[in-house]
């Protein structure tokens, strides 16, 4: 490329040196430039190599020389450095708040191209590097910052700009392709990247594609990096997505394996709930299903309730809490909890509470053992008492009479004879009319024959006998007979004598041989008359003086005087 520069020889009146950078090393001369930096114009700097100048539209540019006026662009003075050298004079690079560009002087308070200052132009032009260009084309007016250049609206900065199989753009001429200068994979336009023959090639990176390489458990997604278009794996599947089959998960790494959500399996947290295989988490886990039935079995004395919970039980262990009572309590985990149930009858007339008997059928009724009944097999001469041996109450008999045996009483005395009896039962039986209930009468036709007779007698009861207290004997009155009387002739002192009798008992006795009229003698029976038979009785005796007056000085001895009830009768009892 050239820029066509309009120049004219310039003379060596110059009044001060460019702007452009290589203008510092001819600075520390103060005005002296050296031959191969460069001469300005009216359009820019124009470089020269070496000492041998660019060619222009006005032919070659010659070396002034050190210190030599370059023209209207001339080398010396030079400006400061926030000044460019515009048209021979020293302009301001920057506005008020604005920095102007490289090739531009600030000019009536605003950024003017350099080759542009004290360059006229009315209004249908605006000055570019340094001429008049139209603002409007044949069709077109140009918006601000554009010219009309080639029957075209340019940027400003391509005016008099002509690029061969490119365009021009910010001056400089560029090439059509996208990707020349680009790297590999980089943008080259919207969904476009630079492919690696540095062509631009449609790509859209980030978009969903299904040729990835694993397509089950990733989501495709396009990347462009490498110029080419490729399926790479995006964003992983949630571990537990099917991924094929039906029985196919997507696990945690990614890949999609086998795994049968719903299988049955063994090694889920309880014991008392089925096994069921999950597949969710990307993997087979065998988690708790459906409680078992209550009383799976669910370690050792542990049973399931039916709600998937386990406890304690141990099966046929005693147990009194069973409903029947009757039954002997037996514990029962087939349910889940504990429970005791009814195990083997218990036998009849087994307790099953208070006052309470089981029956053969195992039904507990109420019975109270031992008490007074009258249904009993012998009643009513024996007692009756409940029995509840069987479990309902039976009457039974006992040890217990209830019958009274009464005698006859002919003779009325309230005593009955042994020989003539009778039996009235009952638990409160009477005596039959006739009867009384002893049997002590020996004489039941004597009414004075009883047992208790105090009362003796000198003639044989009705039955013949003297037995009349029935004690088995007649018992005499007067058993015993006469001891005697002692007496002394020795006066006492008081001339009255010792009393008779002082040692005699009554009694019967014999009249002794010297007996006087007076039974002044008597001496002991040997014998005691028999019931009914008479003797001498000897009731006592007393003293007699036959002196008189007690006096025992008349030499008489003292005597006695016996009381005797003669032919008296024994009587007996």
């Known amino acids: 490329m050239k820029r066509l520069i309009s120049m004219a020889i310039i003379t060596m009146t110059a009044s001060c040196i460019d702007f452009a950078a290589p203008l510092e090393a001819c600075r520390a001369g103060q005005g002296a430039c050296a031959p191969e930096l460069l001469v ?69 308070d605003r950024c003017t191209q350099i080759s542009c200052v004290r360059v006229p132009c009315d209004g249908r032009f605006t000055c570019v590097n340094g001429s008049c260009v139209p603002r409007a084309c044949a069709t077109e007016t140009c918006s601000p910052g554009l010219a009309c250049f080639d029957g075209g609206c340019v940027d400003v900065s391509c005016v008099g700009v002509h690029c061969d199989g490119g365009q021009c753009a910010t001056g400089s001429c560029r090439s059509t392709n996208p990707c020349d200068g680009k790297l590999t994979g980089a943008s080259c336009g919207v969904d476009k990247v630079c492919n690696p023959s540095g062509q631009c090639t449609a790509c859209a990176s980030g978009d969903s594609c299904t040729e990835n390489p694993h397509p089950s458990c990733f ?5 462009c990096g490498t110029g080419v278009r490729v399926c790479n794996d995006g964003v992983q599947a949630a571990p537990g997505t099917q991924c094929g089959t039906p029985n196919q998960v997507c696990n945690t790494a990614g890949n999609c394996i086998v795994c049968d959500p719903g299988a049955a399996c063994t090694t889920n947290p309880s014991a008392c709930r089925s096994g069921i295989i999950a597949c969710n988490t990307g993997g087979p886990v065998c988690n708790d299903g459906l409680p078992k039935n209550a009383g799976a079995s ?77 249904t009993n097999p012998g009643a009513p001469c024996l007692e009756g008492k409940t029995d509840c041996g069987t479990g309902h109450p039976v009457c039974v008999d006992t040890n217990t009479s209830l019958s009274k045996r009464y005698y006859r009483d002919s003779d009325k005395d309230g005593f009955g004879n042994p020989a003539d009896s009778t039996v009235v039962c009952g638990r409160a039986p009477t005596a039959p009319m006739g009867y009384v209930d002893n049997q002590g009468d020996c004489c039941d036709s004597d009414k004075d ?36 009387c002692t007496f002394t002739a020795v006066c006492a002192g008081n001339g009255l004598g010792y009393p008779c009798g002082a040692e005699g008992r009554p009694g019967w006795g014999t009249p002794a041989a010297d007996a006087m009229s007076r039974d002044l003698a008597f001496t002991s029976s040997s014998t005691v008359p028999a019931c009914g038979e008479s003797g001498n009785f000897v009731n006592g005796c007393d003293r007699v003086k036959d002196c008189g007056h007690g006096n025992c000085a008349c030499g008489n001895k003292d005597a006695c005087d016996f009381d005797v009830s003669k032919g008296l009768k024994q009587a007996c009892r």
Request: aromatic share 6%; hydrophobic share 30%; net charge negative.
């Open 449 to 484: 024959a009883k047992p208790g007779q105090m009362n003796s007698f000198t003639t044989a009861n009705a039955c013949g006998s003297f037995d009349f207290d029935c004690s088995g004997a007649p018992d005499f009155k007067f058993p015993s007979a006469f001891t005697g």
């Open 219 to 223: 989501e495709g997604l396009t990347a």
């Open 298 to 374: 669910c370690g050792v004395a542990q049973v399931c309730d039916g709600s998937g919970f386990c406890g304690l039980c141990t099966a046929n262990e005693a147990c009194t809490t069973n409903p029947n009572t009757c039954f002997n309590g037996l514990t029962d985990c087939t349910t889940g909890p504990r429970r005791c149930v009814n195990g083997n009858p218990k036998p009849a007339g087994a307790s099953c509470g208070t006052g309470l008997y089981c029956d053969s059928a195992s039904n507990c009724s109420s019975c109270t053992p031992d008490g007074l009944c009258s």
């Open 40 to 108: 300005t114009n009216d359009s820019g700097v124009v470089f020269t190599d070496s000492g041998t100048p660019e060619m222009t539209d006005a032919g070659p540019v010659t070396d002034a020389g050190p210190g030599v006026d370059a023209g209207i662009n001339g080398c010396v003075p030079a400006c400061r450095a926030d000044q460019a050298c515009a048209a021979g004079e020293c302009v301001a690079r920057s506005c008020t708040g604005m920095s102007c560009a490289a090739d531009q002087v600030c000019l009536d």
